[in-house]
């Protein structure tokens, strides 16, 4: 079946700097989502990506969907302490499944 | 705003117990889902229902079933409580279109 896997599981970065969380999954996807799961709260959806190379910005956030709709990536630059917690990314394939990735759970230290 | 309510956030269950997990969404979507979250697995998929009454099985359906016998509510059931369905259980509702998931505030269940 669809797997998504992500990477890194962890992140610590000092306040300021960039990060980057990548999505990568086993079959094509028609679309995919990215979630934020603040620590004790429930995961908030942020954004859809449908287009191949699709790259979408809000403020501080990029993010990018492969040319092959396989993978997808999330870019915070300049973190701050309010951008802690887990990011989810989650693919739908084309028989509607869908499929949440582990997660990647950032640190933000200030 | 879309709200989507979970009738416990904590919950303690023994062995053997019948457990009702109750979702209720106020947005009229159509999608409803049921999750499960452990620590290194991320979000897993239960059931999820696409319309009244109609129900499809996720990725882990066994040992749990579901009722949507009104499209504002979602209920998950665990049979026979088992001490390895203690976890965050997550419920989601989403419109057909755009389908962005809405989730509710969790149930952490332990089954002792």
């Known amino acids: 079946g669809q797997q998504v896997m992500q990477i890194p599981q962890y992140q610590h970065v000092q306040e300021g700097e960039d990060f980057t969380t990548y999505c990568n999954s086993s079959?094509?996807?028609?679309?995919i989502q990215w979630y934020k799961q603040r620590p004790g709260g429930h995961p908030v959806f942020l954004i859809q990506l449908v287009k191949s190379g699709e790259v979408k910005k809000q403020k501080r956030l990029t993010f990018q969907f492969g040319e092959a709709k396989k993978n997808s990536s999330l870019h915070i630059t300049a973190t701050q302490t309010t951008d802690v917690g887990t990011y989810f990314c989650a693919g739908r394939d084309y028989g509607q499944n869908f499929v949440f990735g582990p997660g990647t759970r950032l640190s933000v230290l200030p | 705003d879309v709200k989507v309510t979970q009738s416990s956030r904590y919950l303690v269950k023994r062995t053997g117990e019948k457990v009702f997990l109750e979702c209720v969404q106020d947005?009229?979507?159509?999608?409803m889902f049921w999750y499960r979250q452990d620590p290194g697995l991320g979000l897993r998929l239960i059931y999820f229902?696409?319309?009244?009454?109609?129900?499809e099985k996720g990725d882990i359906p066994e040992g749990y079933s579901v009722s949507r016998e009104k499209k504002e509510r979602f209920s998950l059931i665990l049979e026979s409580a088992s001490t390895n369905q203690t976890s965050m259980y997550l419920c989601a509702s989403s419109p057909r279109s755009p389908p962005d998931s809405y989730f509710g505030p969790g149930t952490r269940l332990t089954v002792l």
């Open positions: 079959t094509t996807l028609s679309n």
């Open positions: 947005m009229d979507h159509e999608n």
């Open positions: 229902s696409y319309d009244v009454k109609m129900k």
